[in-house]
């Protein structure tokens, strides 16, 4: 596709986006292709027309499954999820967590005794995601919160008897069982989604895998419990036509050849990780969201020169990178928000 050149008329604001969480809204710009497009050209060719944000996305919000499978919100403190764990708000966090000290089990051997795994084709999908908004200027994402690996074993068995059971012989196949059944019933949800909020574009699945310095496991544990049932649940996704990313939270660098192979088209890694070298060794095999680098949002010139130096670092041919959810405070300020567009339409043509 030959793409148009790039016209001052593009950055004519003709309406707004709601902001997240009650925040500042988005303009949006008069562009050539809709924000849609844009994402999923960078997703599925490395080549969009301007640079994406999260801000740039819809999410698709289900009740079925925020109460059954999510993490309970501020509405509904002390839920108890479908396999039996149950979630306390956290105010000073803005987020949940499981009660802390009462597993649903403590041995992985024990999982098929304590844990029914839910039949969500009985439920009514139907009406659960009749009110679906289907704009056709954004993409839509649905995101699993809480997934279903690692953090969804924490929340059965607490963080320290989870950990244990990954390196547990004894545990190992339990624990690549219950992987197996947890992956199944994502693959279900995959379809149900799908069927009932056919405009989906794309999902999001959340499975934090590290702290402030290293991951929780080994490259060798990844490969042998984790990876193979990544890879089926992402396949499927793909089959279906949608693109996939992965939400996973500490310094995991090293795990980002897993990452790859399982087929993840995009991670939204956290700033302890060493993104230059990231992007450098993998930016061409999967995209990765990105923080700007700071810079006086009064100070006009150093905002546009902020935005010229990320798209000049993160925007090479067939190697894109994204800005995520940290880079909200930068793409707030018009002078940083028009550059970045304005620069990176201009860049992209030049590859063509």
Same mark, same amino acid.
């Given at each position: 596709?030959?793409?148009?050149?790039?016209?001052?008329?593009?950055?004519?604001?003709?309406?707004?986006?709601?902001?997240?969480?009650?925040?500042?809204?988005?303009?949006?710009?008069?562009?050539?292709?809709?924000?849609?497009?844009?994402?999923?050209?960078?997703?599925?060719?490395?080549?969009?027309?301007?640079?994406?944000?999260?801000?740039?996305?819809?999410?698709?919000?289900?009740?079925?499954?925020?109460?059954?499978?999510?993490? =309970?919100? =501020?509405?509904?403190?002390?839920?108890?999820?479908?396999?039996?764990?149950?979630?306390?708000?956290?105010?000073?966090?803005?987020?949940?967590?499981?009660?802390?000290?009462?597993?649903?089990?403590?041995?992985? /051997?024990?999982?098929?005794?304590?844990?029914?795994?839910?039949?969500?084709?009985?439920?009514?999908?139907?009406?659960?995601?009749?009110?679906?908004?289907?704009?056709?200027?954004?993409?839509?994402?649905?995101?699993?919160?809480?997934?279903?690996?690692?953090?969804?074993?924490?929340?059965?068995?607490?963080?320290?008897?989870?950990?244990?059971?990954?390196?547990?012989?004894?545990?190992?196949?339990?624990?690549?069982?219950?992987?197996?059944?947890?992956?199944?019933?994502?693959?279900?949800?995959?379809?149900?989604?799908?069927?009932?909020?056919?405009?989906?574009?794309?999902?999001?699945?959340?499975?934090?895998?590290?702290?402030?310095?290293?991951?929780?496991?080994?490259?060798?544990?990844?490969?042998?419990?984790?990876?193979?049932?990544?890879?089926?649940?992402?396949?499927?996704?793909?089959?279906?036509?949608?693109?996939?990313?992965?939400?996973?939270?500490?310094?995991?660098?090293?795990?980002?050849?897993?990452?790859?192979?399982?087929?993840?088209?995009?991670?939204?890694?956290?700033?302890? /990780?060493?993104?230059?070298?990231?992007?450098?060794?993998?930016?061409?095999?999967?995209?990765?969201?990105?923080?700007?680098?700071?810079?006086?949002?009064?100070?006009?010139?150093?905002?546009?020169?902020?935005?010229?130096?990320?798209?000049?670092?993160?925007?090479?041919?067939?190697?894109?990178?994204?800005?995520?959810?940290?880079?909200?405070?930068?793409?707030?300020?018009?002078?940083?928000?028009?550059?970045?567009?304005?620069?990176?339409?201009?860049?992209?043509?030049?590859?063509?």
């Amino acid at each position: 596709m030959i793409k148009k050149s790039y016209s001052e008329q593009e950055l004519r604001v003709i309406a707004e986006k709601p902001g997240f969480f009650g925040g500042p809204g988005t303009p949006i710009y008069n562009t050539p292709i809709s924000y849609r497009e844009n994402m999923k050209d960078l997703y599925w060719k490395k080549d969009p027309t301007w640079v994406h944000s999260f801000m740039e996305t819809d999410g698709i919000r289900s009740t079925l499954y925020n109460d059954n499978f999510g993490r =309970a919100g =501020a509405h509904n403190d002390g839920l108890i999820d479908v396999f039996g764990a149950q979630w306390k708000f956290v105010p000073s966090a803005g987020g949940s967590i499981t009660v802390a000290g009462q597993p649903v089990f403590e041995d992985a /051997n024990d999982w098929k005794e304590k844990v029914k795994m839910p039949d969500v084709e009985s439920w009514d999908w139907e009406n659960d995601l009749k009110d679906v908004d289907s704009n056709p200027r954004f993409a839509q994402i649905f995101t699993f919160v809480n997934g279903f690996w690692f953090e969804r074993l924490i929340s059965l068995m607490d963080f320290d008897n989870a950990a244990m059971a990954l390196i547990d012989e004894e545990q190992q196949d339990a624990v690549y069982e219950f992987f197996e059944a947890t992956t199944e019933v994502a693959i279900k949800l995959v379809d149900l989604i799908c069927k009932y909020a056919p405009s989906i574009d794309g999902f999001n699945i959340h499975d934090d895998w590290g702290a402030q310095r290293s991951p929780f496991f080994s490259e060798e544990v990844a490969r042998k419990l984790f990876l193979p049932h990544m890879k089926k649940l992402v396949g499927h996704i793909h089959s279906k036509g949608r693109f996939c990313t992965l939400h996973s939270c500490g310094c995991v660098q090293d795990r980002v050849t897993i990452f790859i192979e399982a087929g993840f088209d995009g991670w939204q890694p956290q700033t302890m /990780n060493d993104l230059d070298k990231l992007y450098e060794l993998y930016g061409d095999q999967i995209v990765f969201d990105v923080m700007p680098e700071e810079f006086d949002p009064e100070n006009e010139e150093a905002a546009i020169q902020a935005a010229r130096n990320f798209v000049d670092r993160y925007c090479q041919k067939g190697k894109v990178a994204g800005i995520g959810t940290g880079g909200r405070p930068a793409l707030g300020c018009k002078a940083f928000a028009e550059e970045l567009y304005r620069y990176s339409r201009e860049k992209f043509l030049s590859f063509e």
